[in-house]
């Protein structure tokens, strides 16, 4: 009897079990892996180019560390080409592509209407799609700051700007380098050439020799590919020199007091942050001061700039960013 009753007991334990184990939830099996969100960018030059190509791989890279995007790349990509390297990533199925061209507009804009799930950034750009960001580099700010450091420590009053093509951003740095200058130096004159190009180092070298030998002492290279030339007459002839886009201080280490950043890398990691987040519209991000479009370091040439004019410079900096000062933004001759 004692058995039986055990028996009962063990065989009603075991049957509660097996209810209770079908109510319970099913243990979950793991989830599958994220998707991760695809990022790809589009150069015209190469990613160490120490200019505009490598601050956006530097943006792309920043976007990788801080948001955890899978991203590619592709780079010397000309300008004739640029539709069809655009649409290879769209007909992967990239989720934000991102086209590194101030001059790429047909491209860009066919590619974002054709693929209206997509989302685009157009760096530089001047129009904008419901897909399609815009950042626009308010360099003007940086340029202005650059300027006031040309005016007060040139010599002979003579200072050179060697732009690569006269469009919107970079005639807002010129004409905001040439306020600077003319406020920190009333008796300065600034010698200006446009080269008609972007790529051309051996132009923008040949600009800079030529103003270098009209009496120029100080030089700032003011756009892309033509800057590296820029840079290297000023090495050469040992002239001071300001760099553009990014810190291009390793170009000529002797001369480069200070580069105008244009503030891609931190850009670049703002909207793709506001992709993953699903915060993506197309509107315009305006990076100024405040964002990364900044003055780069003086690295191992500060001491060649004295002491109250990197005060004034930081007053003047501090100004802009607090709303006091406003530098106006001019992209095209008036």
């Avoid at 505009?52 to 990788?64: H, P, V």
Wanted: glycine share 8%.
């Amino acid at each position: 009897m004692k058995k039986s009753k055990l028996f009962l007991l063990l065989s009603g334990l075991c049957l509660l079990s097996i209810i209770l184990a079908a109510c319970a939830p099913a243990t979950p099996t793991p989830a599958a892996e994220t998707k991760k969100v695809r990022v790809a960018l589009v150069l015209d030059g190469k990613i160490d180019d120490n200019g505009w190509n490598q601050a956006a791989y530097e943006g792309l890279k920043e976007a990788e560390a801080q948001h955890g995007v899978e991203i590619a790349y592709s780079e010397e990509i000309p300008i004739p080409d640029y539709e069809k390297a655009l649409r290879d990533y769209a007909s992967q199925g990239y989720d934000l592509i991102i086209a590194h061209s101030s001059i790429a507009k047909e491209a860009v804009m066919n590619t974002a209407k054709d693929y209206p799930k997509i989302a685009f950034l157009w760096t530089d750009g001047d129009e904008t799609r419901e897909n399609l960001a815009v950042i626009r580099p308010m360099a003007q700010e940086a340029s202005y700051l650059a300027g006031l450091l040309a005016g007060k420590i040139t010599k002979s009053n003579i200072v050179g700007m060697v732009g690569g093509i006269d469009i919107p951003s970079t005639h807002r740095s010129y004409a905001a380098f040439e306020m600077g200058l003319k406020e920190a130096n009333p008796e300065a004159k600034l010698l200006v050439n446009w080269v008609g190009s972007f790529l051309d180092v051996a132009a923008g070298k040949e600009a800079a020799l030529s103003q270098i030998e009209a009496g120029a002492d100080v030089i700032f290279g003011n756009g892309d590919g033509q800057n590296i030339g820029v840079l290297q007459a000023a090495g050469e002839k040992n002239v001071l020199a300001i760099g553009a886009v990014r810190d291009q201080f390793n170009v000529a280490p002797n001369v480069v007091l200070t580069s105008v950043e244009w503030g891609f890398r931190k850009g670049i990691a703002e909207v793709v942050g506001d992709y993953v987040a699903g915060k993506f519209s197309g509107k315009v991000y305006e990076i100024g001061l405040a964002h990364g479009a900044d003055l780069s370091p003086y690295h191992e040439n500060a001491s060649k700039i004295p002491e109250d004019v990197q005060n004034l410079i930081k007053e003047k900096r501090q100004q802009i960013i607090d709303g006091k000062l406003s530098i106006p933004d001019i992209s095209s001759a008036q």
